[in-house]
């Protein structure tokens, strides 16, 4: 624990403009972000009597060794780098919004030809219009269903498109008037596109005019005796209206808001999102974060904005926000919403009529949310904690293993030997902070062994000496063990192995623990614990120690033990089978040096396959676009070396197959692709 006045500027040294400021630990890794409109009198609050600061803000700066800062022009800059600094260094101490689960949103794929509408998740794409977010993905479907009725735009993936180009018949929902089939050419990429913009176009709520448009062709044709196209008319209108009532319209005026509430206890809060486009509630969202930092809602309504609209633009930011406090910053969070905007942003607290008691609906979706989420977590806080002092206590540590690495070694018959690194924090997985490593059977620059063959032992010992090898290497690039007569380097990023873990577990008995005990004393490093898990009898060896230690079968901690072990068997083992299927989808071409992908695909389209290519002569490779004469001769060399394989044979027909073009490995196959 350091005391913040160690590191506490000297007087008169901190400027008294607008910035922003990171506190930083003893392995220079940013713990907290804050913005101020004067640094000297926000920073200066830090360092008064731990007595009078929050019990949060006591433990980030005696966390913290060092503060520096950055002065801005404005409160709108410092709002932004804020921001940008939260995302790039994932302070410990700041609030963080996660998303409690994933949502899909109904997503156009304007970015493409024919454009196909479809379900999606995860972060935005450039060039793709989104709708939602929404509660469940059938909630989609359902919705999608009925408006292809009237809106015929292509939804299958892009496997399914190219086959039924191929063979020149559409897929089902061609036949069945649910898609306008520009796959075998029905409709051409202008009249698709138009499609699918008016379908964004009702989706965004511009709904009025079209169905006002599609009750005058209903009467028009009415009146001309085209009964059919009249009935198949009102089909549609009933359709997009069905469409339109899963929305119920909440807000009269047809606004375009997101209402935002918050509902907060000592320890957690819960914010809710309401999407209201063309006053129908369009999609819902909810947020559940730990106040590791003293924070008020406020506080927690500026984050949660931030995170909200830190990498929207255009239409995706309302007209108007409504929010239940205003934020500290308002005048400069208005400004910065426009900006991703484009144009004027309203960021106010409804006080009366519709917008308010949509809001108190909100909120009483937040505190639903809290409690729930205090529901199922009171269960889960307590059994970690448990479950590290059962550990703590069984492998005699000083304190709990708040920070387990987990290392395991896999592979076929001694081929393809990989390892894969996990890491649990508080009982729970990190998975940005897993590694793969391919075993090379060299320790720094020493070759020990060939690396190939069932050797797990010299393995895991390869393994954990580079992983802390590379600690040792990123402790000397920050400087806490610079050289005196050299500045530390200080790029302010996350480092990938730049922090030690109180405990190691290995996959394995004795010899795998004997290993990784032995990498960690030729390193030098004595701070570190190790231990192994046996899957046989799941005993827990010990460096050192002939007998294992065995922790009941109903205790947290062994449970905690098998869930990281078997993280890391499930990560080292999806590492091995893509290592493996791409070796066996290796062609001759792979074997060529310098050739790229691009290359290869060109060289494989031009001749058509890889046993005309062999059978070319160097000038007719030549003539490849961006193939040289001396890559000509290289791929002409390697080609004759290779043993090419025997035909392929029918077994049905006994009919020999020609040899076809072998997609590079790497490269998708459209086969089994779901619609």
């Known amino acids: 624990m350091a005391d913040p006045s160690s590191y506490r500027p000297r007087p008169g040294e901190i400027p008294d403009s607008p910035g922003v400021y990171k506190f930083r630990d003893e392995h220079r890794r940013v713990i907290y972000v804050g913005k101020a409109k004067s640094l000297r009198q926000r920073l200066a609050s830090y360092f008064q009597d731990l007595a009078g600061l929050h019990p949060r803000t006591a433990t980030m700066v005696t966390t913290a060794a060092s503060v520096e800062w950055t002065v801005v022009s404005t409160e709108v800059e410092a709002l932004q780098l804020e921001y940008s600094w939260i995302k790039e260094f994932d302070p410990r101490f700041n609030v963080k919004y996660r998303d409690d689960k994933s949502y899909p949103s109904l997503a156009v794929t304007l970015n493409e030809q024919y454009p196909r509408v479809q379900v999606m998740r995860g972060p935005k794409k450039k060039g793709v219009r989104y709708f939602g977010p929404y509660g469940h993905a059938w909630a989609i479907r359902e919705t999608v269903d009925l408006m292809l009725r009237v809106f015929p735009v292509r939804t299958c993936s892009a496997g399914v498109f190219k086959r039924s180009a191929q063979i020149g018949r559409p897929c089902l929902l061609g036949y069945i008037g649910k898609c306008s089939a520009p796959c075998v050419g029905r409709i051409s990429p202008e009249d698709h596109r138009e499609l699918a913009e008016d379908f964004c176009d009702f989706m965004a709520g511009r709904t009025g005019a079209y169905l006002s448009r599609l009750e005058k062709e209903m009467q028009a044709a009415a009146e001309e005796m085209e009964y059919e196209k009249a009935a198949r008319l009102r089909d549609d209108i009933g359709a997009l209206r069905r469409a339109m009532e899963k929305n119920a319209v909440v807000l009269a005026d047809a606004t375009d808001a997101d209402l935002m509430a918050v509902a907060e206890d000592e320890l957690e809060a819960a914010v809710q999102i309401f999407h209201v486009r063309g006053g129908r509630v369009r999609g819902q969202r909810g947020w559940v974060t730990d106040k590791v930092e003293a924070v008020d809602t406020a506080g927690l309504v500026e984050h949660a904005l931030q995170q909200l609209y830190g990498e929207e633009s255009g239409e995706s930011v309302p007209k108007e ?281 060109a060289l494989v389209k031009h001749f058509g396959s890889v046993k005309k290519l062999r059978q070319a002569t160097i000038d007719q490779i030549c003539e490849v676009p961006g193939i040289g004469r001396k890559t000509a001769e290289t791929v002409a060399a390697a080609l004759a070396q290779a043993v090419p394989a025997g035909p392929a044979v029918n077994t049905a027909t006994g009919e020999i197959i020609e040899d076809e073009a072998p997609a590079p490995a790497g490269t998708p196959s459209d086969r089994g692709t779901e619609q």
Request: glycine fraction near 8%; aromatic fraction near 6%.
């Open 321 to 601: 926000v409504l929010v239940p406090v205003l934020p500290e910053d308002a005048p400069a969070l208005g400004q910065w919403l426009a900006g991703r905007r484009g144009s004027q942003v309203s960021l106010r607290v409804p006080q009366r009529g519709d917008k308010k008691s949509l809001m108190e609906t909100v909120h009483r979706n937040a505190q639903q949310s809290l409690a729930l989420h205090k529901t199922k977590r009171a269960a889960d806080l307590t059994t970690r904690s448990r479950a590290l002092e059962e550990i703590a206590e069984a492998l005699d540590l000083d304190g709990a293993p708040l920070r387990i690495e987990c290392f395991d070694i896999s592979h076929l018959q001694g081929d393809d030997v990989v390892a894969s690194m996990v890491v649990f924090e508080d009982g729970l997985a990190r998975k940005s902070e897993y590694r793969r490593f391919q075993v090379k059977g060299r320790v720094g620059d020493t070759q020990v062994w060939h690396g190939e063959g069932q050797d797990d032992v010299r393995s895991m010992h390869e393994v954990v000496s580079r992983r802390f090898r590379r600690y040792l290497q990123e402790k000397l690039k920050t400087g806490e063990w610079a050289p005196e007569d050299g500045e530390p380097e200080d790029d302010g990023r996350p480092k990938r192995f730049a922090y030690p873990p109180q405990l190691v577990v290995v996959d394995g008995g004795q010899p795998q623990v004997a290993a990784a005990q032995r990498a960690l004393e030729e390193l030098g490093i004595d701070d570190v614990a190790v231990c192994g898990l046996a899957k046989r009898l799941e005993e827990v060896w010990l460096p050192g120690e002939d007998d294992p230690v065995v922790l009941p079968r109903t205790s947290e901690g062994l449970y905690l033990l098998q869930r990281v072990r078997d993280e890391a068997h499930r990560f080292a083992i999806q590492y091995q089978r893509s290592k493996r299927g791409k070796r066996l989808k290796a062609g001759p071409l792979d074997e060529v040096p310098g050739l790229g992908e691009s290359r290869k695909l």
